[in-house]
């Protein structure tokens, strides 16, 4: 019926200062008073409002919770990381494909990463519900990771170095209670960074997400789109309609989080 997103990087120097900057508050503030507007406007009864790693990590988490209250009038509830993982396997069920001996679920944040390794269960007359054999919240994110290596220029040697840095939090997990190697397995991705490598792949002129929503790839067309950001530029990359200013320096550091849990 209606949708709106935009990058703010709530998260944006948490890592050195452990709170979220006035900066990052304002330019919430600004995004969640589209989303009022918009819930006002289409008569939205009940809702659910939920904020995750950077108001679970920042010092003043619940004091941006209660600003965001004041100032828009909207009350966010603050999720731990089980009850994330939870609702990004409940909203993917549907796109599982169904013959599929398991599914492996990564959804990259800014702040954090979740990866869920599940099974799906037709139900009669519904929507299939996710099984969850094994979940886990990663420490690292987008922001997180662009901060610590830079996301302007990234060449080949900087992105190993990311995926390194990735690599040992994805092989605990699966060499852990997700463990055991499976066959016929189902990767499937949520978030910013699949979404712009499913719009860099289909070569849109500018996003859709009609497009993008359910987009199958294979493991060589991945290949080949990050291996086509890697040779482009900060400039190219900002000129790409579907990674734009806001992705720009963020994109490559999301593509080394997914490499780290592809080559996992």
Not at 236 to 262: F, Y
Request: hydrophobic share 40%.
């Amino acid at each position: 019926m209606d949708a709106f997103s935009r990058i703010i990087r709530l998260g944006e120097g948490i890592s050195v200062t452990q709170r979220i900057s006035e900066a990052a508050i304002d330019r919430a503030i600004d995004a969640l008073s589209v989303c009022r507007d918009k819930m006002q406007q289409r008569g939205v009864a009940r809702a659910r409002l939920i904020a995750t790693e950077a108001c679970r990590s920042a010092e003043n988490g619940c004091e941006f919770v209660a600003r965001i209250s004041e100032a828009v009038g909207l009350d966010l509830e603050i999720i731990d990381r089980e009850t994330e993982a939870r609702l990004a396997a409940t909203g993917c069920t549907p796109l599982v494909d169904p013959e599929a001996r398991g599914v492996v679920l990564f959804d990259i944040g800014g702040g954090s990463s979740e990866l869920v390794r599940m099974t799906s269960v037709p139900t009669d007359g519904g929507p299939p519900k996710p099984v969850i054999v094994a979940w886990t919240s990663l420490p690292v994110g987008v922001v997180t990771l662009a901060e610590r290596f830079g996301g302007i220029d990234v060449g080949p040697a900087l992105f190993e170095r990311m995926i390194d840095d990735t690599l040992p939090l994805v092989r605990a997990f699966f060499n852990g209670a997700a463990g055991g190697r499976g066959e016929n397995v189902h990767m499937l991705g949520t978030s910013g960074t699949v979404t712009t490598i499913a719009g860099v792949h289909l070569g849109l002129r500018r996003y859709d997400r009609r497009q993008v929503d359910g987009c199958w790839m294979t493991d060589r067309e991945i290949s080949g789109v990050v291996d086509r950001l890697l040779q482009m530029n900060y400039d190219e990359r900002a000129a790409n309609p579907c990674i734009g200013t806001e992705r720009a320096d963020l994109v490559l550091a999301g593509c080394a989080i997914m490499e780290a849990i592809r080559r996992t």
